[in-house]
Structures are given as C-alpha cells and as structure tokens.
C-alpha cells in the first residue's frame, strides 16, 4: 500500500490556492496601486503595486516576452502542467463535475467514473446548470475586477443604467462560462484552446507527461488497435480493470499513448495506483519523461533548451526590472498655442504654451521648471503648481525674452529645453522637455 501516491488531492489543494489568491488579489492595494489591473476608464496599468500610465506602456513588450517564454520554458519542462494543475478550465470543470454534478447533486455514479450519468431528472441537471450559472456571476465580476476594481465595480453595479457595458461584459462573460462548463465541457481543451494545438510542439524526449509503463504493464494498444483488455503477456501488471478510462474527464485511454486530448490532470495515475496498492506496485501511468522511462533514470530537468530559456528569461526579468525602475514620477507633455508670438509694449517677445503636468507619483507634488536658455525668461506662471497623485493639471506658460538679436529676413525659431521637477524632490523627480520658441524678423518688431 505504501506505493498509492494521490496526485488529486494536492491538485484540488492548489486549485483551492488560485481560487483564493485571484479572489483576494484585487482587493489588496499598496499605495493605492493594485497588484495587477489595467484599468481602460482610468487609462492606468497597476502592476506589482505600481501604477503605470498608458503613456508608460513600454513596459508591456517586455510582459508578453516574459509570459510567453515562461509558457515555453514551462511547457518544455513540465508538458501540460499548466492545464492539469492551474488552467481555469481545469479547475471550472472539476468544481462543476465532481463537486456539483457528482457530489451534490449524483449525477454521475461516482467521482471514479466520468463516462457514464445516471439517469437522473431534468430538474437535477438544470439545477446544476442554476448553481453554475450563480457560480458564474461571481467568476466573472472576479475576472472584470482586473479591469474595474472592486469598489468602482460595485458603484457602477449600483448606477447601472449608466454603466451598461460593464454590465454587458457581466452578462456575456457569465454567459460564456455557462455554455463552456455546461456545454462545451472538456472539447474546449481538444478543439477550441490554442495553446493544447501547439504545446506538442514544445515537447521533447525529456519532457514530463502523463506515461502509461508498458513494460511492466503490458502492451494494449498496437499502433492505434486495441489488442485486448488485459494483456495476455507473461508478467504483464495491467489487470484490465480500465479504471483509469473510467475516471478520465476527456474520455480517452491513455495506454494507447500520449493524446492531444490528455490534459495531464494525473486522475488515471491515481486510479491506476489504487489498484495496483493491492499488489504492493506502484502505478503504472506515471508522470515521467520518455528518457526516464526508458532508462529507468531520473527525469533530465537541466538541458539544453531548459537552461537557455531559464537565461534569456532572467535576462528578460532583469530588463523589466531595471525599466520599471525608470518609471517616471511625473509626465509633461508641451504644445504650443496657435500663437506665433506676441510682443508687448515694452518690446518683450513672448510665447505662449500648454504644459500638461502628470502627477504619477502616489503623493501630492509641486511642480516647476526652467529653461536652459539665460535669455529666456518665466512671464507666467509665477509660482509652483500643485498636482495631486494621479491626476493632471493644464497650465497656460508664457515665456518671454528681451535679447533681440534678431534676423533682418525672417522669424527665428530656436529650440529650448525645458528642465520641469517637483520642487519637493527635485534630485528624484525631473523630465527634460524640448520645444521652440520663435524671435520675430526684425521689421515685425519695429
Ligand atoms: S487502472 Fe492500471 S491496471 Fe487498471 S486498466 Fe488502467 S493501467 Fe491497467
Ligand atoms: S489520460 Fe485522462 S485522466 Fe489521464 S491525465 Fe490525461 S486527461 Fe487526465
């Protein structure tokens, strides 16, 4: 009995972690900044408790690169660890057929057995359908509060006449989840994910997976043809029970060989250990690579193409890093009025812009700037501006320059730099803008 491992139990473990963490997650802030939400209405991405502007969104590249090199190195490692053991699908399918249809409402004979449903009334199924469908108003508000957080989502919910597509979004999420734990089941995986058509092609000879032994077991399937339940082999351990048919979810034989369909959930490998306990063996569905398999040696996990993602990756991670600590505390944007330029009466030649100051900090700042240019001086505004975090403030400046070392033949226009820091933190918080300013011909002044 000592050989009776129990995959199930630490995946429903897990399972119960991410529900947890993607419940809880939206709720915690640090600093007023989430962990993770890319708010549209509010054009702010938070991300890792830092609130980025969408004029900040260089760091996203780097993101995808990550995320995308993480699935590859994951894949490559691991197979189908991720649909197994964290895939939403997984876990949605699992609550709604083990807990839903087989414990509560007996469905299905047992959790054992995923093939066949008793024959049960109309109203037991549509009930599961009803408690799904509750299940699937919260699933998708927590999926929508990565983009609305909690306490915004709520008060639009509230004024809900005037927020109708976030309440479009509800329905048609719930909706979808519905018709895919209800209705699409397990062929989500097999016809309709992207990543179960391409994650073959990121396996190797090392590559974990779900493994039927067939030495010791005995040869069942001969190129795709069932040759009998229970091999007729001497010493062949398979006792043709078929109970790891019986309680797989995408109803295939994993003895036949590794199938696009299998989704490494490991309850075949459960199964099979249960009754191979009897005998004191260990199951014969093992979670191995080929290589280990066929050398009776541990998994290689330090290879080639592991090794070279784990570098390109950390090097990613280390750029992402190294920028996201250049994300710029305040953001200045400068248009020029339509204005050419004005001359008072006192022969000072003046130009006027917008200055648009961003405040991305988490605290309140005051904000000022200068010029590079000596001749050039501030007309308006005369005194800081306060900005609060968050939010921008529009400013009308007027610079204005007396040196009129100006051009018989036509207006000058010469580009400055405007130096604009927080006057409460200058050393940390400052951006260099350039922009123009335009002397008048010689004649326009006379
Ligand atoms: S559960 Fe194990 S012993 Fe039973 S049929 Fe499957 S592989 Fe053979
Ligand atoms: S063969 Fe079926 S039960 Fe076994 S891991 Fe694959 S999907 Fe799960």
Redesign the pocket.
């Known amino acids: 009995m000592g050989c009776e491992k129990n995959y199930t139990s630490r995946r429903h473990f897990g399972f119960a972690i991410i529900t947890a963490i993607a419940f809880v997650l939206p709720f915690i802030k640090i600093n007023d900044s989430h962990f993770f939400l890319l708010s549209f209405d509010k054009s702010k991405l938070h991300l890792l408790f830092t609130q980025f502007d969408m004029q900040e969104l260089y760091l996203m590249p780097f993101l995808f690169i990550i995320l995308f090199l993480f699935i590859f190195f994951l894949t490559t490692l691991g197979g189908r660890v991720w649909c ?1 053991w964290s895939c939403p699908q997984t876990i949605f399918r699992s609550v709604y057929r083990d807990l839903i249809q087989t414990k509560i409402l007996k469905i299905y004979k047992n959790i054992k057995d995923k093939q066949k449903q008793q024959d049960v009334s109309v109203f037991k199924r549509a009930l599961s359908v009803i408690i799904w469908a509750c299940l699937s108003v919260l699933i998708a508000s927590n999926f929508l509060w990565y983009f609305v957080p909690p306490q915004d989502f709520f008060a639009y919910l509230s004024d809900w006449t005037n927020h109708k597509v976030l309440v479009g979004f509800l329905a048609c999420i719930t909706l979808w989840l519905v018709f895919d734990v209800c209705f699409l089941k397990e062929n989500f995986c097999v016809y309709v994910c992207p990543y179960a058509r391409i994650q073959s092609t990121m396996f190797d000879n090392d590559t974990i997976q ?1 493994l039927y032994n067939e030495e010791r077991g005995g040869k069942i399937y001969d190129k795709g043809t069932k040759l009998w339940k229970k091999p007729q082999i001497e010493g062949a351990q398979c006792t043709g029970c078929e109970a ?1 048919v019986k ?4 109803h ?1 034989d ?1 003895r036949k060989g590794m ?1 696009l ?9 459960d199964a099979c250990s249960k009754v191979m306990a009897k005998f004191n063996f260990p199951s014969l ?1 093992e979670w191995t690579s080929e290589n280990a398999q066929k050398t009776h040696q541990k998994v290689k996990y330090f290879r080639f193409r592991t090794i070279a993602y784990v570098a390109i990756l950390s090097v990613a991670s280390v750029v992402l890093v190294l920028m996201s600590g250049k994300k710029e505390h305040m953001l200045l944007n400068i248009n020029r009025t339509s204005e050419l330029y004005n001359i008072t009466k006192d022969k000072n030649v003046e130009n006027s812009y917008t200055f648009l100051f961003q405040n991305t900090d988490s605290k309140k700042h005051t904000y000022y700037f200068d010029t590079n240019d000596t001749n050039i001086k501030i007309v308006r505004p005369s005194e800081p501006i306060e900005v609060k975090p968050n939010h921008k403030q529009r400013v009308i400046v007027i610079l204005g320059s007396k040196n009129l070392n100006l051009n018989d033949q036509k207006d000058m226009p010469i580009t400055i730099k405007i130096n604009a820091y927080a006057v409460d933190e200058k050393e940390k918080i400052s951006v260099d803008r350039e922009t123009v300013f335009v002397y008048p011909k010689k004649q326009n002044l006379n």
């Open positions: 197994g779900v790891c309680i797989c979810p995408t295939i994993i199938q369909e299998c989704i490494n959930c490991l309850e075949c490998s569905i």
